[in-house]
């Protein structure tokens, strides 16, 4: 009963009455919007903001009746105008910018119509942005910007409070810097991806045997296996490149969770695959077709990680280069292992089934949790 | 997904892109057109006057007198930006050492406000270390306590309450058993609240509404949800605006199959995100949609501004949306916040609707240590342990 106590104590400390404890909406917010074209050009700046908050600062109300209305808000454009100017400063490459209205109108934001200024910032020097001021913040401590900037097809955020009244624009990422980070990230995300790993692993293990009368026998040569073992992870790399992109780009949007279910029922298949010599057959069309699926999946961890000021190309190119390293590394660790394991008995006969059937009942295991 | 806290982290990113986004743009037609109705948010003459006499001279008392003013209109008029108000001319001073203790306690408040329960109960320990017969703070912070699940702390704040009796005897008893009942002392809490003091020492309605919450919360517990609905509607009868005691008569009602008469009950004017994340979850069709729109835009909202307050909404919304991943995250991150019935009984669905037995684990050790019953809760883990 949290709720009730502090108004209780209200009625014992000052005997105000009833009080209310919950709240028909989230405290006070604006919203700024940035265009940032180019690094000299003028800053395109929308500020919506909350009537409830202005009128602290602007007096619109003329009739006292308690209702704004569009004509009160045209006759105090004048008052508007100095108070929008004085509580919003634009910089750009550290020297300050001229801040022109170009117009107000109305937006609805959460259920309320908030006002719209348009302004542009003329600025003598090139180089990054950065904005503050009181922003009609000061006397709320609650009060919040939220601030969202196009710079290219990149999009960044930042939220301003009245102890953090100020927004810089991040310098923008070198494409090499990106490439060597999301590089970085491919190979992690593959690393502390258990699903991923073992999706992998599952296609390894058959590739250093061939079956013959519906059983495994060892493969005859190091070419023929390099040659299975690169169709194979070539074709998973190049489904999951695709979708990845795809996701990336925007041009697919997936729910998470059918594909978190999807990559965990592709262990489980390929698991159970391995343990039917006559279906090996179905191992590159399986690659192919569930790389599809785990590019979605590597797009949903791409999507965890914090890529403001990185350009696409450096980000979506270095992740994944990132996984295919890390695929080549579980490769390179484990396939010498297994080819030299190929003829003995124990591999074909314990190994690859044993193997194939933990992988698959984690896949399950997986599948479960998540459907 | 790799862990609550990486999922809400993700959330909170994905949210600030979308919140911040453009909305449309429109001038309107007519001039006469009703922009906003701000009567409610602009200062009238009463708070204009405290506003002068504080900018003039911010000290104690007129810092007090202002942040009470604040803080009662965000109750009355349910404006949560005057608590920010409130905060803004506390803040200042609350930490200073000449603050005095009404400062400290309205801060305490604001702290709770914003769940900031660790920096309220802080603030608490310092004032009654100074003044120990301060029943407002002993009741705030018992208060604090209580949500946080740190029941033996709170039975010993609401023991001094209830023997001193300031502000009545109702809210003392009421206080103390709902600590005991923290600890599992379900049959003991309940013979407290039907003692004669309980009940008859007072007559405030608040603090009769609380003693009848809390009874409720009690019959709730040990299986008699009639008994419990009876005592939420009489508790709501006496404060009509607790939207607190809505939300857990809609719940009972609707854990007994009354959906009809829940749904009823959350029907009103400007509802708080409790009240419509379960109108949500107990809608259908397009109204569902609806207010599940509604409520997911609130929710972004706030995890697009970093406020941390509302995760049990989050929670139930997700548990509605059958997205349990989500609703196992707001969850957990809730339950590290605030322990209430309400928190554990959606930690136990959400972690029983994910499968994860781990958290499954995690409560059943935390309901061990404490003490703590709960019939509905204990169902949910039995189940949990036997699928």
Redesign the interface.
Known sequence: MKKLFPALLLCLVANFGVSLPAFSHAASTSFLILDLPARDGPVAVRWDLSLHDIVWVVFIDADYDGNVTWKEIQDAKPALTNALLAQLSVQRGGAPCTLGIQDFALAVRSEQNFLSVAMQAACPKAGLVSLGGSLFMSGDASQRVLLSAARGKAQLTGVLSAAEPLWTEPEQASAWTSLVRFIGEGIWHVLVGYDHIAFVLLLLLPSVVRPVDGKWHGATGFGQVTRDVVTIITAFTIAHSITLALAVTGTVKLPIRPIEVAIAASIAVAGAVNLVPRLSKLRLPLAFGFGFVHGFGFANALSEIDSQGSSLLPLLGGFNIGVELAQLGIVALVLPLIYSMRRTRWYAGGVLPLGSCALGMAGIVWLIQRV | ??GPA?LM??LA??A??G??????????M??????????Q???DERLHELLLAWRANPGNGESAALA?AY??R????????F???A??VL?PLAQKPEASA?VR?LYA?VL???HDFNGAEKLLDALLRDAPHD??AR??R???R??RGEFAGARADCAQLAVAA??GAT?GF?CLA?AFAGSGDLARSLALLNSEPARHADA????R??LL??RA?LRERSRDPNGAILDYCEALKL?P?????RAALADALAARGDLGDARDLLAID??????LVRSAALSEGAQRSNLSA?AT??LA??A????AIHYREEALLALADA?T?RALAAAVRNFEQ?R?LPDVRVLARAAHA???ASALEALQRWMRETGYRDSVTEGILADGASS
Not at chain 2, 204 to 207: G, K, N, Y
Not at chain 2, 241 to 245: F, H, K, T, Y
């Open positions: 997904m790799r990486r982290a993700v990113v994905a600030a892109t919140v911040a986004a453009a909305a449309d743009r429109f001038v309107p007519d001039a006469g057109f009703v922009v906003a109705n701000v009567r948010s602009q200062p009470t803080i009662d965000a109750r009355t008029l349910r404006e949560p930006a608590f920010g108000r905060e803004a803040a009404p306690r408040e709770q406000y914003r029943s407002d009741l705030l018992a208060s604090v209580l949500v300031r502000g809210l009421a709902e405030d309605p608040l603090a509404a609380y919450a809390t919360e404060a605006r607790d939207d607190s005691i400007k509802p708080s995100l409790a009240l509604r835009a609130w909202l706030e697009a501004r970093g406020d997205d991943a605030q209430e994910a499968r994860d």
